[in-house]
């Protein structure tokens, strides 16, 4: 598996599972688990949910299907990066803390890898940063970051205490969604901290995109593969894409492995070109 660095040096996996909307309902339980134990069988080490999915329901998925794995010794745990993220109105000096044993107790895991602020919210940043720090200390969390954030607020934080020993920002980043490249991409790139694309097929919608057909039929894979390899050719960026369909979950690991062609990659930029001004995140 492809990996990409994070400002301290560790490596992270390239290519992940989303878990967005898992753990919604009691019917599709059994298949969330089940596709989670899949991705592990095809590769799939980083995994990211949200204490804000299905309410908890999402972790609690998570948490099952890694124990279940972790028992049956498919993987081991310092193998994995569990990804989950605290609401903005709890991330507090108090609040924190306890929102993250919360987390970890339905992932079923005494740490959390990588522990992000899910957007910008009204907690001082100084008092979410010091919480992170504490919990670092106390071995609860790896690394800590945050997601929804656009360059203004990445400068804010900057100028925070321990501020720039933020990981990763977590955003909206795919190929029909590229205005970050603008100025928040260059900003991170500057200060050497990966791109964490969520919606990285657009909800799906990239994988019905009729004019990636023939540059993915070209390169014998289909659309969506096409939609990854791309943000992971560059480098510097994670893609997280949600699945629980088995050729969904298939077609995803292998895209790890398309490379793209000088050809591909130009049919790419003139589909999808990058931005010529400044736009605002886009926030979902
Ligand atoms: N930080 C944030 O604010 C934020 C916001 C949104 C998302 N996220 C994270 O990012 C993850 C990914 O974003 P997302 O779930 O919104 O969108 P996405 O990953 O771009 O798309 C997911 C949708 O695409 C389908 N799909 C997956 N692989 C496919 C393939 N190979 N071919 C065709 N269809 C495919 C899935 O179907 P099936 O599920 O039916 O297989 C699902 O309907 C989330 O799950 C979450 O972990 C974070």
């Given at each position: 598996m492809r990996t990409v660095t994070l400002p301290s040096g560790t490596p992270l996996p390239a290519l992940g599972l989303g878990t967005w909307h898992y753990g919604e309902s009691a019917?599709?339980?059994?298949?969330?688990?089940?596709?989670?134990?899949?991705?592990?069988?095809?590769?799939?080490?980083?995994?990211?949910?949200?204490?804000?999915y299905g309410e908890g329901g999402a972790e609690e998925v998570l948490g099952q299907a890694l124990a279940e794995a972790l028992r049956a010794g498919d993987v081991r745990r310092e193998e994995l990066t569990v990804v989950s993220k605290v609401y903005?109105?709890?991330?507090?000096?108090?609040?924190?803390?306890?929102?993250?044993?919360?987390?970890?107790?339905?992932?079923?895991?005494?740490?959390?890898?990588?522990?992000?602020?899910?957007?910008?919210?009204?907690?001082?940043?100084?008092?979410?940063?010091?919480?992170?720090?504490?919990?670092?200390?106390?071995?609860?969390?790896?690394?800590?970051?945050?997601?929804?954030?656009?360059?203004?607020?990445?400068?804010?934080?900057?100028?925070?205490?321990?501020?720039?020993?933020?990981?990763?920002?977590?955003?909206?980043?795919?190929?029909?969604?590229?205005g970050i490249e603008f100025d928040l991409v260059p900003w991170m790139r500057a200060h050497r901290m990966p791109v964490m694309a969520y919606c990285p097929i657009d909800q799906g919608a990239l994988a019905a995109e009729p004019e990636l057909l023939p540059i993915a039929q070209r390169l014998g894979a289909t659309p969506a593969q096409l939609a990854l390899a791309w943000l992971?050719?560059?480098?510097?960026?994670?893609?997280?894409?949600?699945?629980?369909?088995?050729?969904?979950?298939?077609?995803?690991a292998a895209a790890a492995e398309l490379a793209l062609d000088a050809q591909a990659l130009a049919d790419l930029e003139a589909l999808f070109p990058p931005p010529a001004e400044k736009q605002e995140l886009m926030v979902l």
């Open positions: 019917p599709t339980r059994a298949d969330e688990v089940r596709a989670v134990r899949r991705a592990i069988e095809l590769g799939v080490r980083l995994f990211d949910t949200a204490e804000m903005p109105h709890n991330a507090s000096r108090q609040g924190l803390p306890q929102a993250c044993e919360r987390s970890l107790r339905r992932l079923q895991l005494d740490r959390i890898d990588l522990y992000l602020l899910h957007w910008p919210g009204s907690h001082p940043l100084r008092d979410t940063v010091a919480a992170f720090e504490a919990l670092q200390s106390a071995g609860r969390i790896t690394h800590w970051g945050v997601s929804n954030f656009d360059t203004r607020e990445m400068r804010a934080l900057w100028q925070v205490p321990g501020g720039p020993a933020c990981a990763v920002n977590q955003v909206y980043y795919s190929l029909s969604q590229r992971l050719q560059r480098g510097d960026t994670v893609a997280i894409p949600k699945a629980v369909r088995e050729p969904h979950l298939r077609d995803n």
